[in-house]
């Protein structure tokens, strides 16, 4: 099971860092992705870390601002996003073996 968590309102220009929690799975054996929908389009894949956190790769829509990382011994997955834009607002779903409850992040003032 993967839950995300985190989500909620923001202004452009603010930071959020989302949290996904795993469990019934060897979380460290997998690598990892945040994806996110936004209202009326399809799923965008964000970015993805490799199974020990030692290679991380992003989309270009949010390389530089946003920073995927993951503690192992918490079967944790974390997105912190900063310089958001009205553009992330999404729905953002953690996804490795299978694909979690999603947390709805809105960037609006």
């Known amino acids: 099971q993967l839950q995300a968590f985190g989500g909620g309102l923001v202004q452009p220009g603010g930071s959020l860092r989302l949290s996904c929690a795993a469990s019934?799975?060897?979380?460290?054996?997998?690598?990892m992705n945040w994806i996110r929908q936004a209202p009326g389009k399809g799923v965008e894949w964000v970015s993805r870390?490799?199974?020990?956190?030692?290679?991380?790769n992003y989309a270009d829509s949010v390389k530089g601002r946003f920073t995927i990382s993951r503690d192992n011994a918490k079967n944790t997955l974390y997105l912190q996003m900063d310089s958001q834009k009205p553009e992330d607002t999404a729905v953002y779903y953690c996804?490795?073996?299978?694909r979690g409850q999603g947390t709805q992040v809105t960037v609006s003032s």
């Open positions: 870390i490799n199974f020990d956190g030692t290679r991380t």
């Open positions: 019934g799975f060897t979380f460290s054996d997998y690598a």
């Open positions: 996804d490795g073996p299978l």
